[in-house]
């Protein structure tokens, strides 16, 4: 008897409406986890992108604080200046004036303890009462309740404009105002700021929205997005953890992907990104249709075929999805100002994005596969991090970078990337360049110090001359009046040597008023190299006398516009240096250099060179190592280069010669 002949009809459809059941039932769960795990990718891919812009938007937020911070200290610094200058001479028009001028200030205004503005920067040309009454923003200080304020952005009082402002107490009382436009800043701030960025990252085609909001309201959005259900009406928005949900928006479904968003000193709030959910909708009818025509031709082969079938789409749209998401994240890495560099396990290069390759100076076809330790050296704490995979975050380090032969100040951060087995795959290190920011607060530094050195030695100064003058006499009247009756040459030669060391202290203490109170610059246009030639000109015969070549650059052919005495006290003060640390047949070498805004003048020596642990030291007061130095010079050559706006520097290395830089702006004349 035949098999079929066994199964009844019924038993056929019995068996046929099982598999149907079956296939059915695999069907439906297969679709199910299927849009499960699309969910779950979009999610993937909606928090990646959640975290990149909540980091690209505290950096924005850092970096408009950074910028409004830093103009307010510029301001203030200059009000004090001010505030001091005040001491010495009454704060004219003209001198207010040119002081705005020669500092980019809008305006500076001076009010009596009355608040009535008795002098200004500029005439006013405006007439009547304006929008507001000045003294509402500086009247603590009218009150006597504190020294400083800074008033920050407010509204011009006559014009429909920006300006950012501090305010001094006057010593006599009253008040000095300065103000700077705002419009730049606020220019920068559209350009690098919460809208600017949303409105970049909502060109991904995949988001619907992007909105910051708080409990008032929304604080930036993508463009045209006007309303959105608020954190006091909508209770899945006030969590503290991050969320998603699908959910409708202007008809359409989207996934929606909610974080709490925080800066320090700054917004604070919800951040939520909306992920188009109706290419898987598309997706997921595509699959039924499918599904369904192929039970009814087959059933088991046609379930396996579904499948394959199913399963196959379902790879290709992952796999398109995720090289999609690394392009989007590759150009995010690309555009940051942050150098991220990629390591594996064996602490190899795997990838740098543009900033670390400029950072760095690296190329890309030349780094990957190369170990972290021929990039840099002194990177201690990373090397340890990576090798014990340990996170690290925000850690201030100095890192010997090995192609600029030189060392760079930067804030490093490490993360890792673990599999399932929980095996580091990837090693991430942020670099934040901070150079430029060390060197700023280092020439602050040591501009206030030598204020304060230099306001001490006036002090003393002005003490020792009284009783030095009295000694001086008294001296002069032992050398005249008095004849001793014998040893008589050795009685004139102990005068005349009194005497001689009371010019130089008298000298020296010349040299401390000229460092606490700097004399006024007369500005002038000068030509850059007649002032190397007549400074060389002067130390000639000393060089000669110890046979030391002196050799000056090729001529820049430019003028600048200084104070001529002054820079050639500076240049002076530098050749002498360089001639005392020079031995017998050496070489010292005067340059100039010029750029589009700079002018920079080396002088360079190839005497012993200074050790590491003087050279943050040479431009303090007193400092010397020559057992008759006074520890003047280089303090009055960095007195004057700031006075003209420039910085002073120094290359040295033991036994390899010492440069220093002069650099200032420069005008074209």
Do not use: C, W
């Not at 379902?314 to 390591?343: C, E, K, P």
């Amino acid at each position: 008897m035949k098999l079929i002949d066994l199964i009844k009809p019924n038993y056929i459809f019995s068996i046929g409406l099982i598999f149907t059941i079956l296939m059915i039932l695999s069907t439906f769960f297969e679709l199910r986890q299927s849009r499960l795990e699309l969910i779950q990718m979009h999610e993937y891919e909606g928090l990646s992108l959640l975290e990149i812009i909540k980091q690209s938007a505290t950096n924005s937020i850092l970096s408009q604080t950074e910028i409004q911070q830093q103009i307010a200290e510029r301001l203030s610094n200059n009000a004090r200046l001010l505030q001091e200058l005040e001491k010495h001479q009454p704060l004219t028009h003209a001198l207010l004036k040119n002081f705005a001028s020669r500092n980019n200030l809008y305006r500076i205004n001076v009010f009596d303890a009355e608040g009535n503005k008795i002098e200004s920067s500029v005439l006013e040309p405006h007439k009547g009462k304006g929008k507001y009454r000045p003294e509402q923003f500086f009247q603590p200080i009218l009150d006597g309740k504190t020294q400083e304020i800074d008033i920050g952005l407010k509204q011009a009082r006559h014009l429909e404009e920006q300006r950012y402002a501090v305010a001094v107490k006057r010593h006599s009382g009253g008040v000095i105002v300065i103000n700077v436009d705002a419009a730049e800043m606020l220019a920068f701030g559209k350009r690098i700021g919460l809208d600017r960025l949303i409105k970049d990252i909502s060109r991904q085609q995949e988001l619907v929205y992007v909105v910051l909001q708080d409990e008032n309201g929304i604080l930036a959005a993508t463009p045209g997005l006007q309303k959105i259900s608020s954190i006091l009406e909508d209770n899945f928005l006030r969590a503290d953890a991050i969320q998603t949900r699908a959910t409708h928006f202007n008809g359409q479904e989207v996934l929606e992907i909610v974080s709490p968003f925080a800066v320090a000193g700054g917004y604070q709030g919800k951040l939520r990104i909306g992920l188009h959910l109706g290419e898987i909708r598309s997706l997921e009818k595509r699959m039924i249709q499918r599904a369904v025509m192929t039970s009814l031709g087959v059933i088991f082969v046609g379930f396996i075929l579904t499948s394959i079938v199913i399963i196959g789409q379902n790879f290709r749209l992952l796999q398109h999805q995720h090289t999609q998401m690394q392009s989007d994240t590759g150009n995010i890495l690309h555009a940051m100002s942050d150098a991220v560099i990629g390591v594996d396990a064996q602490r190899a290069v795997r990838f740098t994005n543009t900033a670390a390759r400029r950072i760095l100076d690296l190329k890309q076809n030349r780094v990957t596969g190369l170990p972290l330790t021929d990039l840099f050296s002194n990177g201690q704490a990373i090397m340890e991090a990576l090798e014990k995979q340990q996170s690290l975050e925000n850690v201030e380090q100095t890192l010997q970078i090995k192609s600029l032969n030189r060392p760079i100040s930067v804030i490093v951060s490490v993360s890792f990337v673990f599999d399932e087995t929980g095996s580091m795959e990837a090693g991430v290190i942020l670099l934040r360049d901070q150079t430029n920011q060390k060197k700023l607060e280092e020439q602050l530094r040591r501009k206030e110090k030598l204020s304060a050195m230099g306001q001490l030695a006036a002090g003393v100064a002005h003490e020792i001359r009284n009783p030095l003058n009295a000694i001086s006499m008294i001296v002069q009247r032992f050398h005249k009046e008095f004849k001793p009756t014998r040893d008589q040459e050795e009685y004139l030669a102990l005068t005349r040597t009194v005497r001689s060391e009371i010019e130089r202290i008298g000298q020296i203490i010349r040299q401390f008023l000229d460092l606490a109170r700097p004399p006024k610059l007369n500005t002038a246009p000068v030509s850059v190299d007649d002032l190397i030639s007549q400074s060389v000109a002067v130390v000639a015969a000393q060089a000669e006398a110890k046979d030391i070549r002196l050799v000056t650059g090729p001529g820049v052919q430019t003028r600048v516009e200084v104070d001529k005495n002054q820079f050639h006290q500076a240049l002076l003060n530098l050749l002498q240096n360089a001639l005392e640390a020079v031995a017998q047949g050496g070489l010292i070498s005067i340059k100039a250099r010029k750029t589009d805004k700079h002018l920079s003048i080396d002088v360079k020596d190839d005497g012993p060179g200074i050790p590491p642990e003087q050279q943050k030291k040479i431009f303090d007061l007193y400092f010397t190592t020559k057992p008759a130095g006074t520890g003047l010079g280089l303090a009055l050559v960095h007195r004057i280069i700031t006075e003209h706006g420039g910085e002073v520097s120094v290359r040295s290395k033991p036994g390899q010669g010492t440069t220093f830089t002069l650099t200032i702006p420069t005008e074209s004349i």
